[in-house]
Nanobody
Framework: VQMVESGGGLVQAGGSLRLSCAFSGTGVSGVDARWHYLAWFRQAPGGEREPVANIDIKGTSRHADVVKGRFTISRDNAKNTLYLQMNNLKPEDSAIYYC???????????????WGQGTQVTVSS
């Protein structure tokens, strides 16, 4: 499974960004990427990789408390694309954002096998 993020950049506090992640291919289990759980994680300098949101194949999602009400994860399997709409951005949201795919559907990173290269999001105050 291949995953490629786009849409990061520099934005002022209170602004919005939309991240996209194009996914394709088949996992080692022979399951198409469209049938995998998908997720967004982020990692700030000196910090650990933390979950932001995940979504199952039916579209049921979960968001971290710190982004709830501001960020929305969605997926379009017809376009093989995962999205993260980020509104009301704060300086503490600055990080490298990664999309991930896996079969386990866990909240932690351990449940995800395939990762994108990351896209930088910087929020200025």
């Amino acid at each position: 499974v291949q995953m490629v993020e786009s849409g990061g950049g520099l934005v002022q506090a209170g602004g919005s960004l939309r991240l996209s992640c194009a996914f394709s291919g088949t996992g080692v289990s022979g399951v198409d990427a469209r049938w995998h759980y998908l997720a967004w994680f982020r990692q700030a300098p000196g910090g650990e990789r933390e979950p932001v949101a995940n979504i199952d194949i039916k579209g049921t999602s979960r968001h971290a408390d710190v982004v709830k009400g501001r960020f929305t994860i969605s997926r379009d399997n017809a376009k093989n694309t995962l999205y993260l709409q980020m509104n009301n951005l704060k300086p503490e949201d600055s990080a490298i954002y990664y999309c991930a795919a896996g079969m386990a559907g866990t909240w932690s990173a351990r449940g995800y096998t395939y990762w994108g290269q990351g896209t930088q999001v910087t929020v200025s105050s």
